[in-house]
């Protein structure tokens, strides 16, 4: 909606973008700093990295971003495989029941992290896998693959049906036909639904934080080493911080078109 | 065959088989415990079933139990209408000037996609009473600083963090929504001589009603499901002043006392609270896609 626009309304955003990065800027600029330094105010100080040279070699922060990325790639590839096979079977296929049965997947995507920890907690002890990488990989599939099959239903439905039906007559079997139509056609939102996957992984807290305790211990459970009798080591923190976010940064820049479609499922087409 | 007459199931199946041992199982296991007095230092094979003894504990006994779900109501009525105001007054702020947008917009939902637990630090630091760069700021502006984390204040400070995290998201979405507005009849409006608000209330707001509803409700679940920030910020202290559910959760099952059975009674309460919401999602999200 379109109105005349006055040289007031791209200041006010800028100032309200600026205030949004703030916290975020504020961490950029403690990472950077001198312990005396922290405390203080001022922007001008002298600057040093090592807070960064003391992550990665006294607390091992090389560790905790191999687990995560173990995790977080391995349970994106297993989602986006499964998710996509099931997506297509959803697209293509009219049966029974076949809305509920997708918005019954779907519901499983907002089961809050405290109320699934409990049981898998249990489950784990007994099978002996608390603290395993493998665990992880497997309690990530429970909220990536509804949000992969949701997200690459809506992609597949887009890619229209006759193509595919030309290919069949063509003599090619129905992975062939997927193969050679589709798959070029939904490549672009599958790279983005497997960052959308990627994102939620690694950013994950909650559960990480109890099903781990020591040696699959992923980025987001890092803050706690940083909590020491002294208090918090605040330019440690605000480096783990930077160098956790900032791949995220980078990688939301990617899928910015599909953004609105990644936050709502694919509900909305953005 | 199975396969021959259904052959969608060649294709669901997988994904439904394991979604049905990660996810389905575990929630059914989850009322199991909460209808025993399982303790975190017992072998399962040692539980016994109480009936729904937890539940009256938590309804009759556990005073705290009713103070979470206030506190859990609470922070998430007041979050999510401030963000819903706030986040549309800045999506027509946005709307209204189109330069650099993918800019502007990849800049401002920063504080969405950030890393929730370490952000969660980070504004421990902020708020600091003492060293905190926003009493110093406050104090340089003149106004008195506080303690933020305190009891009285450490509720509103999560609610203000929350605004500050989630605001733009739904500046995101409603933006989206305001892409999508036809411009014939805001031009037939302009003919009429309609004023910028008669427009935004009769065009504009009727056409983007389904993407807010949606938007509303995954930010109402969001908050309830919430734990990173609380955790890291105030692990629902002091005392129990910001205890939403899943902190109230995770005191009765994992912090001081080690009552799985119980916790997992109160996670049920919360999915309970919960699954209306996402019912209500569904039917709003299908309308959306019929209308698509």
């Not at chain 1, 036909?177 to 990627?198: D, E, N, Q, W, Y």
């Not at chain 2, 202290?237 to 059975?261: C, D, I, M, Y």
């Amino acid at each position: 909606m379109k109105r005349k626009t006055s040289p007031i309304i791209p200041v006010v955003t800028w100032i309200i973008i600026l205030a949004a990065l703030a916290p975020v800027l504020w961490m950029l600029l403690i990472s950077f700093k001198q312990r005396v330094d922290i405390i203080s105010f001022s922007v001008l100080f002298k600057p040093t990295l090592e807070n960064y040279k003391t992550v990665f070699q006294k607390y091992d922060f090389l560790r905790f971003i191999l687990n995560s990325t173990i995790v977080v790639v391995a349970t994106t590839a297993i989602s986006v495989f499964l998710g996509t096979l099931a997506a297509y079977g959803l697209a293509r296929f009219q049966f029974k029941k076949k809305e509920s049965l997708a918005f019954g997947i779907l519901s499983l995507r907002m089961l809050p992290p405290m109320a699934v920890v409990i049981p898998f907690f249990i489950m784990a002890r007994y099978t002996h896998l608390l603290d395993t990488q493998l665990l992880l990989i497997i309690v990530y599939l429970g909220f990536n693959i509804p949000f992969t099959i949701w997200m690459m239903r809506g992609f597949i439905e887009d890619v229209s049906l006759s193509i595919e039906e030309s290919a069949w007559l063509d003599g090619c079997t129905r992975l062939e036909g997927f193969c050679k139509v589709v798959f070029p056609s939904i490549f672009p939102g599958l790279a983005a639904t497997s960052i959308f996957c990627f994102i939620q992984s690694w950013n994950e807290f909650a559960l990480a934080f109890f099903l781990t305790s020591f040696n699959s211990r992923t980025v987001p459970t890092i803050v706690n080493s940083f909590i020491s009798v002294l208090g918090v080591l605040w330019g440690e923190m605000a480096a783990v911080g930077v160098v956790s976010i900032l791949p995220i940064v980078i990688f939301t820049m990617f899928v910015q078109k599909y953004l609105v479609k990644g936050l709502t499922m694919g509900a909305i087409k953005g | 065959m199975l396969f021959k007459q259904r052959e969608y199931l060649k294709y669901l199946l997988p994904a439904l088989i394991v979604l049905a041992l990660i996810n389905i199982f575990p929630t059914f296991f989850l009322y199991i415990i909460s209808l025993t007095n399982y303790d975190i230092s017992q072998r399962v094979e040692d539980l016994s079933f109480v009936g729904l003894e937890n539940y009256r504990y938590l309804f009759s006994i556990d005073k705290d139990f009713w103070k979470s779900i206030y506190i859990t109501l609470t922070y998430t009525f007041v979050s999510v209408t401030v963000e819903l105001v706030l986040g549309s007054a800045i999506a027509l702020l946005f709307d209204a000037n189109t330069r650099f947008r993918k800019l502007k917009l990849s800049l401002f939902i920063i504080p969405m996609i950030a890393t929730p637990s370490i952000i969660a630090l980070m504004w421990k630091l902020i708020l600091n009473a003492e060293y905190g760069v926003l009493n110093t700021f406050l104090r340089w502006m003149g106004c008195a600083g506080r303690n933020w984390l305190s009891t009285d204040f450490a509720l509103v400070s999560l609610i203000l963090i929350d605004i500050w995290q989630w605001t733009p998201y739904v500046t995101l979405m409603i933006y989206s929504g305001l892409q999508t507005v036809p411009q014939e009849p805001l031009e037939a409006a302009d003919v009429d001589g309609a004023s910028w608000f008669q427009k935004l209330v009769w065009i504009v707001l009727p056409h983007i009603s389904t993407i807010v509803s949606i938007t509303l409700l995954l930010k109402l679940i969001e908050n309830l499901k919430s734990f990173d920030i609380v955790y890291n910020l105030t692990q629902g202290g002091p005392g129990n002043a910001t205890e939403l559910l899943s902190l109230h959760v995770f005191r009765l099952g994992f912090k001081q006392t080690h009552w799985l059975g119980r916790a997992s009674a109160c996670a049920v309460i919360l999915l309970l609270i919960i699954i209306p919401i996402v019912s209500n999602l569904a039917k709003k999200i299908s309308y959306s896609r019929e209308s698509a």
